[in-house]
């Protein structure tokens, strides 16, 4: 399903109105995912603020451990069920089956 042009009825900063170092993830983003997720998109409007998540997720996310990213995925997946936070489920789920390369992860993810 294609993410909708709109986030809310603020809407959100046009690229051009971004800091470059802003700029560089989201063209990263639409070369690597085809869009923007809507989590950057919202915190556009506050460009610190996307650089503070951005640099925890990566931190969680990326950083060296023990934890393989489907491991990492597979976490997300079970805190995100347990805050009740659908779009994160429904993001972390996705890149759990896309790393598993197994279908039935889908329906364990459930």
């Known amino acids: 399903m294609p993410q909708p042009d709109h986030i809310s009825n603020l809407g959100v900063t046009t690229r051009s109105e971004l800091d470059e170092d802003i700029q560089?993830?989201?063209?990263?983003?639409?070369?690597?995912?085809?869009?923007v997720p809507n989590v950057l998109a919202a915190y556009s409007f506050r460009p610190q603020c996307l650089r503070n998540f951005?640099?925890?997720y990566n931190e969680?996310?990326?950083?060296?451990?023990?934890l393989s990213k489907l491991e990492r995925e597979m976490v997300a997946v079970v805190v995100s069920s347990a805050n009740r936070c659908y779009y994160c489920l429904a993001v972390?789920?996705?890149a759990?089956?896309?790393l598993s390369n197994d279908p039935s992860w889908e329906r364990c993810s459930r």
């Open 24 to 35: 560089q993830v989201f063209v990263k983003c639409v070369d690597k995912l085809g869009y």
């Open 54 to 56: 951005m640099s925890i």
């Open 60 to 66: 969680i996310m990326l950083s060296p451990s023990g």
């Open 92 to 94: 972390h789920g996705a």
């Open 96 to 98: 759990g089956r896309r």
